[in-house]
């Protein structure tokens, strides 16, 4: 099955969204929970897996199926197919601040692996699979490295990343050493591994975890400066752990002075 050939435009600066031109038959499909908007004249369809070509038959649509709930996705995705006499548009919006990146896998040898939350949407016609980590190194302490999505096909496919984005060139021989839940997406001749940090205080004390995900060219790869884990923890160490108001707003003062003036005035004459 030949890759639709959409046209598209990213909006926004920190909260993006794709927004994908379909002529009359085109088709893209989305991740579950991404859409945006659409044109009246789009149809939706849900599937097991992709979509993709190769999943003929029951069995195939449960393969691919399978193959998503590994990597923690929905054991679904929407195709967004325009049934119209005109072009039509459907947008596709970004989970978390960052950046939209649009994939031509045609251009990077027909894959690419990227992290398992990384995928936005894509042309109909790309196939969605799992990569699994040869080493056993990367299994046990990869963390967010282990389970990666694999995209593969000569279409266009968009895929997200949290914060700021940084695209790396690396020559043969060239190693680049990275947070494992910093890194958006390689191309397959990328040689990925883990390593550890190599001193027991730095390990212990240093706040940046005990592995390394070091990535070794020739090749391309995709970084992103706020991996939507480093988000979340943060996220989740501010907020008031027993209800009401967090311990750390205002000053200390002001929360002594409260809870004194809070005794003097609350109506007890005793």
Same mark, same amino acid.
């Given at each position: 099955?030949?890759? &639709?050939?959409?046209?598209?435009?990213?909006?926004?600066?920190?909260? +993006?969204?794709?927004?994908?031109?379909?002529?009359?038959?085109?088709?893209?499909?989305?991740?579950?929970?991404?859409?945006?908007?659409?044109?009246?004249?789009?149809?939706? &369809?849900?599937?097991?897996?992709?979509?993709?070509?190769?999943?003929?038959?029951?069995?195939?649509?449960?393969?691919?199926?399978?193959?998503? #709930?590994?990597?923690?996705?929905?054991?679904?995705?929407?195709?967004?197919?325009?049934?119209?006499? +005109?072009?039509?548009?459907?947008?596709?919006?970004?989970?978390?601040?960052?950046?939209?990146?649009?994939?031509?896998?045609?251009?990077?040898?027909?894959?690419?692996?990227?992290?398992?939350?990384?995928?936005?949407?894509?042309?109909?016609? @790309?196939? #969605?699979?799992?990569?699994? +980590?040869? /080493?056993?190194?990367?299994?046990?302490?990869?963390?967010?490295?282990?389970?990666? +999505?694999?995209?593969?096909? &000569?279409?266009?496919?968009?895929?997200?990343?949290?914060?700021?984005?940084?695209?790396?060139?690396?020559?043969?021989?060239?190693?680049?050493?990275? &947070?494992?839940?910093? @890194?958006?997406?390689?191309?397959?001749?990328?040689?990925?591994?883990?390593?550890?940090?190599?001193?027991? /205080?730095?390990?212990?004390?240093?706040?940046?975890?005990?592995?390394?995900?070091?990535?070794?060219?020739?090749?391309?790869?995709?970084?992103?400066? #706020?991996?939507?884990?480093?988000?979340?923890?943060?996220?989740?160490?501010?907020?008031?752990?027993?209800?009401?108001?967090?311990?750390?707003?205002?000053? @200390?003062?002001?929360?002594?002075?409260?809870?004194?003036?809070?005794?003097?005035?609350?109506?007890?004459?005793?």
């Amino acid at each position: 099955m030949a890759m &639709d050939v959409v046209d598209y435009e990213i909006k926004g600066s920190e909260m +993006q969204f794709v927004e994908v031109e379909l002529d009359p038959g085109e088709a893209a499909v989305g991740e579950a929970g991404s859409l945006f908007f659409m044109d009246a004249g789009i149809s939706m &369809d849900t599937v097991f897996g992709d979509g993709s070509a190769n999943q003929g038959g029951f069995f195939g649509k449960l393969l691919g199926a399978g193959k998503r #709930l590994v990597t923690g996705e929905s054991l679904f995705t929407t195709i967004y197919t325009n049934n119209a006499s +005109q072009k039509q548009k459907v947008a596709f919006g970004a989970p978390y601040p960052g950046k939209i990146l649009p994939m031509e896998l045609g251009k990077l040898g027909g894959m690419l692996i990227c992290q398992k939350d990384a995928f936005l949407c894509a042309a109909r016609g @790309v196939s #969605l699979g799992i990569a699994l +980590q040869q /080493k056993l190194s990367v299994g046990f302490f990869g963390g967010e490295g282990f389970i990666m +999505q694999k995209l593969e096909g &000569d279409g266009l496919a968009f895929v997200h990343a949290g914060g700021t984005c940084v695209k790396r060139e690396l020559a043969p021989g060239q190693t680049l050493m990275v &947070d494992t839940g910093c @890194v958006v997406g390689y191309t397959p001749n990328v040689n990925f591994e883990i390593q550890y940090v190599g001193k027991i /205080k730095t390990a212990l004390f240093g706040g940046e975890g005990l592995f390394f995900a070091k990535l070794t060219g020739p090749g391309t790869v995709w970084l992103q400066s #706020l991996p939507f884990s480093r988000l979340a923890s943060r996220v989740f160490a501010a907020a008031p752990q027993g209800g009401g108001r967090s311990r750390e707003e205002g000053s @200390v003062l002001g929360s002594i002075g409260g809870g004194v003036l809070g005794g003097i005035f609350s109506g007890d004459d005793d």
